[in-house]
């Protein structure tokens, strides 16, 4: 038996489910809350750096064949090239790394969160399982779905006075896609209660993909690809930029799973 000292309650031994399905309000819970969330975040700065490395070897290049294509439209229109106010050289090398370090951060730092407020209320997953189930979750409602409905564009696809349209359009997608899945997830759950796990898994799974399908239908169509513009390059660059989030948030599912179980395994977790 673990004697849990914020709490001054008794858990079986191995058994931290129990610890954190109590509220972040007490000072252990804090602690520990904190500790997840560096972890989230060195996890997300690595898993950022696997997927720079995955976009300058597999995207850069289509980027490359499309501001190729941009430049010699804008040559035929006789237009002048605009000045660049950050060289290519930079924005493929230090300036995408910064951002995806930045932005691997706030991902992981935001996916530490959402794994303490889960642990313990989703089931008894181990540490490893749940950052793995949490990443494909993430994956599928923040990544995948948008994408099917507004996928990536290189350069010169998009029109510039359709941007705050497309912007808005897009972050909704992710928006009602995360809420889908939040509400699949409570209704497998009551469902489960009736059918079993198997039977409540089944249920939820199919109301995230009618709702899903709802939402492709509903959010406005959005077709700005020039017809003369070539069709393998639109391809792989959008296979890369799926494929660099991928390895985002596998990387972040593995880093972070083998950091959390790490520290909730160590004896001063155990005994609080």
Known sequence: MNYHSATGRVFPTGDLN??????????WCSLMAGRLLLRGMLAGI???CLAFLFARVFGEPQVN???????????????????????????????????????????????SLVFAAAYGR??????RMLALLLAGAGFLAVVLVPDLKYPANPPAVGQPETIGMRTITYFEM????????TLAVLAGRQCARRLGNWGGSLCGAALFVVLVA????VLPDINEVPDNFP?????RFREAALGMQLVLWGSLGLLFGVMADRLLARPSVRYG
Request: net charge negative; charged share 10%.
């Open 18 to 27: 129990h610890v954190f399905s109590h509220s972040f309000r007490t000072p």
């Open 46 to 48: 690595l898993a950022a």
């Open 65 to 111: 064949l499309a501001i190729a294509f941009e430049s010699a439209m804008d040559a035929a229109a006789g237009e002048a090239p605009e000045p660049e106010l950050v060289s290519r050289g930079v924005q493929a090398s230090f300036g995408m790394l910064t951002a995806a370090i930045m932005y691997g951060a706030a991902y992981g730092g935001l996916f």
């Open 122 to 127: 989703l089931g008894r997953f181990s540490p």
């Open 174 to 181: 992710i928006i009602f896609s995360l809420c889908a899945l």
């Open 214 to 217: 709802l939402l492709q239908v």
């Open 231 to 235: 069709a393998i390059v639109l391809w």
